[in-house]
């Protein structure tokens, strides 16, 4: 069979940004190297450069924060920078976030004091700032999540804050103009955890926030939103729709993720009603005042987990997961580009015997490209790898591309290619956009246009002039 899918990320290039054989290094500070809260924030791309962050041990099992930056879209890549020296834990969680030049990292620092620190860029990464504490108290603080929009500077983060004899947490906001160093409004929202800010570009006043009740009674994905910047927000709305998560442990947690652009909100939580882990999908098509129903948005046979959903102004809207449907790891995707309405079949980013888990991405509207990052441990440790979604230009060397003479595998024509064995073949054009994907017999023409396309067959890359 023959069917059209979109890409989720460019097939012929995928870059090891951290790139340190024989340690780790990973995008979520967790021994299971699954996000167990929420999802975080590890690419953030602006301007043409791309930002990407993540933690990294060194032999002893200290942690330290890591980043690598690309000024050309992704093509080539800055050597590494060690933001923050080595310590014994660093906490769970990062968020890595720019607009125009001004770039920050934000992360948990459980060392000493159980805070939230940060550095900060003006310059594109040129360079940074010296390590602060970004918001600090005599209790818990962690989860943190950055929007930058001109001088405005929006976090959210969980707060064990006023102390209990058991952790609660609460979802707290804050306002500042300064990148930090002070704070024009700050203040409590919601008993709950695990939250996550973002922005609408077309109108910097609208916030939105999604976070998770997580206790004995309740598991449930929540929302609130702003219309005035951050000086009051709205009433809690349940988008679980009154049904605990299920499950058990840190699998009980409804974890998500949220984008907004104009009207349209896009939440993603995940839950066990349709009978195991799936991503469900809600939208909001007035800015938040109101939510459609849920959908099913995975639908695979077994763990869909930490979702990640993105938005443009073209109303393509992406969402990524890790799914064990194959009884490993990977990282699929959904594609919608009418604004949620309707969306592609499942694809994937990742198919390896690996664990690929933990992706985030952004869109830079410089360029019309989006940037996605993950973990993967296929190399034998753990690394942090890159894609964009199309593909940057690069050489054959760098893609992996075999030679167009003397193919084993198939033979050329004005039309198409022939096969000379059975084999699964995919096609692509040189933007990486999926064109044909299926398994052909031998002997089987396979029609393609004139035209320079990309051919994978059985796991080989080839580059075809037709």
Not at 105 to 112: G, L, T
Not at 279 to 296: E, F, H, K, P, Q
Not at 344 to 370: F, H, I
Request: proline share 4%; charged share 20%.
């Amino acid at each position: 069979m023959i069917f059209l899918l979109s890409a989720c990320g460019c097939p012929t290039y995928k870059f090891n940004v951290s790139n340190r054989p024989g340690v780790v290094d990973y995008t979520y500070n967790d021994a299971n190297y699954i996000s167990t809260e929420r999802s975080t924030k590890n690419v953030a791309a602006c301007k043409g450069k791309v930002h990407v962050a993540w933690f990294g041990r060194n032999s002893s099992g200290q942690r330290a924060v890591f980043y690598r930056r690309s000024t050309n879209g992704g093509v080539s890549w800055d050597p590494a920078l060690q933001l923050t020296s080595f310590v014994g834990n660093l906490g769970l969680e990062m968020w890595i976030q720019c607009y125009g030049d001004t770039v920050v990292v934000a992360y948990e620092k459980v060392e000493s004091d159980n805070n939230i620190y940060y550095r900060y860029s003006t310059n594109g990464g040129n360079t940074w700032s010296a390590e602060a504490l970004l918001k600090g108290g005599s209790n818990n603080q962690e989860a943190p999540s950055i929007w930058i929009w001109g001088s405005n500077f929006h976090l959210a983060w969980a707060d064990n804050t006023p102390p209990a004899l058991l952790p609660v947490y609460y979802v707290w906001y804050g306002k500042s103009t300064n990148l930090g160093l002070s704070w024009v409004s700050s203040g409590r929202r919601d008993l709950s955890d695990s939250p996550i800010i973002v922005g609408d570009p077309t109108n910097p006043n609208n916030l939105h926030i999604i976070f998770m009740i997580f206790n004995a009674l309740e598991r449930k994905a929540r929302y609130i939103r702003s219309t005035n910047g951050g000086s009051s927000w709205s009433s809690t709305f349940d988008l679980s729709n009154g049904v605990n998560a299920g499950g058990s442990g840190f699998w009980s947690r409804p974890i998500g993720s949220i984008s907004a652009y104009g009207n349209y909100v896009h939440a993603v939580f995940v839950d066990e009603r349709f009978g195991n882990k799936e991503v469900l999908y809600r939208r909001s098509t007035d800015g938040g005042a109101s939510w459609s129903g849920i959908t099913n948005l995975s639908n695979t046979p077994d763990t869909s987990w930490s979702p990640y959903v993105l938005t443009n102004n073209a109303g393509e809207v992406r969402v990524y997961w890790t799914d064990k449907s194959d009884g490993d790891y990977e990282i699929l995707c959904k594609i919608s580009t009418n604004n949620g309405s309707s969306w592609s079949p499942n694809d994937r980013l990742t198919n390896n015997t690996a664990k690929d888990v933990m992706v985030s991405l952004d869109y830079d509207p410089t360029n019309s490209r989006w940037h996605i990052v993950w973990s993967s441990n296929e190399s034998g440790d753990w690394e942090v790898y890159y894609t964009s979604e199309p593909c940057p230009a690069s050489s054959d060397e760098d893609l992996g591309v075999s030679e167009s003479e003397g193919f084993a595998a198939f033979r050329m024509d004005k039309d198409g290619i022939m096969l000379y064995k059975d084999a699964e073949v995919k096609v692509f054009d040189v933007s990486g956009r999926l064109h044909i994907s299926g398994k052909f017999k031998k002997g089987e023409r396979i029609g393609i246009k004139k035209g320079i396309w990309f051919i994978l067959i059985d796991g080989k890359l080839y580059r075809l002039i037709i």
